[in-house]
């Protein structure tokens, strides 16, 4: 049982079963999108527009008629694909980098080092709307710029933790009994690295959601062909002194998604820190006693 000790101490922890319980809903209803959803997401019904919330359409419709809970399942699927994308591109350009920056000779660290200082000075939305701009908005676009900008921050943050643990007596032994740098970084330096890498790898999930919808609020993101939560909020926005409730559905399901994946970054990170597993000890143990002169 010492071996998934982690996720006893991710699901006892309230903001891990929260960030948890979020991020399954969003990935089943992703997945149930894609056979069925109560509507078609993009079936115009000029007779139910702006119709309220009611049997037939439980969050309602919009001012062309189009069920609101149809379009945020089919959305969900782009939220899914957006994250998963640019949380694996990130990881491979973040990791990638740290590990150069970290187990190079002197002049190539130096080097990588300067680069990651200089791309990390383009904020993400900038990078996507100077692909967008010679590329044209399309959901690759907003994978591959936000993919690119938080591998950057993973680097940056993540190389500094490789250098410490570099210097550990367990990777020092490990160089000594002829491992290389590169099997040390995979069987010593990562896995002690990981929580910080966690973290960094969720807050960039959670970026690329709020990317995407902003980029498509603003017509650099998924073309209106797709479903997404930004663009039904674009679309909706107008209308928010008529029918303030419609655009509160996209923007609710945006703000529990990126605070589903901040949470259980936060609660992946404690619970997969060794040295925090060691103080706090096994799930439901009690404190160890003070002990007084």
């Not at 008629?65 to 899914?80: E, F, K, N, P, Y």
């Not at 692909?131 to 190389?159: C, D, E, H, Q």
């Not at 529990?256 to 060691?278: E, I, Q």
Request: glycine share 10%; net charge positive.
């Amino acid at each position: 049982m010492r071996r998934f000790a982690w996720a006893q101490r991710l699901w006892g922890s309230g903001t891990g079963r929260f960030g948890v319980v979020v991020v399954l809903v969003i990935l089943v209803v992703a997945a149930v999108s894609l056979v069925w959803t109560p509507f078609d997401p993009q079936r115009v019904d000029v007779a139910n527009r702006w119709s309220g919330p009611d049997a037939a359409h439980l969050l309602g419709t919009d001012g062309s008629g189009r069920d609101i809970l149809s379009l945020l399942m089919a959305g969900a699927r782009t939220t899914v694909l957006v994250a998963v994308g640019a949380g694996v591109i990130a990881t491979v350009i973040g990791l990638l980098l740290a590990a150069l920056g970290a187990l190079t000779p002197r002049p190539v660290r130096e080097a990588v080092t300067v680069l990651v200082d200089v791309l990390i000075a383009f904020p993400v939305l900038l990078i996507a709307m100077m692909i967008s701009a010679v590329w044209g908005g399309s959901l690759l676009v907003v994978v591959v710029s936000v993919g690119i900008g938080f591998g950057v921050n993973i680097a940056r943050v993540t190389r500094p933790e490789l250098r410490r643990v570099l210097h550990s007596d367990f990777v020092l032994a490990g160089r000594a009994s002829g491992l290389t740098p590169w099997q040390n970084l995979w069987r010593h330096l990562l896995p002690n690295v990981a929580p910080v890498f966690i973290v960094q790898l969720s807050w960039g999930m959670a970026v690329a959601v709020l990317a995407e919808a902003g980029l498509s609020y603003l017509g650099f993101g998924a073309p209106v062909t797709e479903p997404s939560w930004g663009l039904l909020l674009a679309d909706l926005q107008r209308f928010i002194s008529v029918h303030p409730l419609s655009v509160v559905w996209p923007g609710l399901a945006i703000t529990l998604t990126v605070l589903g994946f901040n949470l259980l970054g936060d609660a992946l990170r404690d619970a997969t820190d060794p040295t925090l597993s060691r103080r706090v000890g096994p799930v439901g143990a009690e404190p160890p006693a003070a002990v007084t002169a």
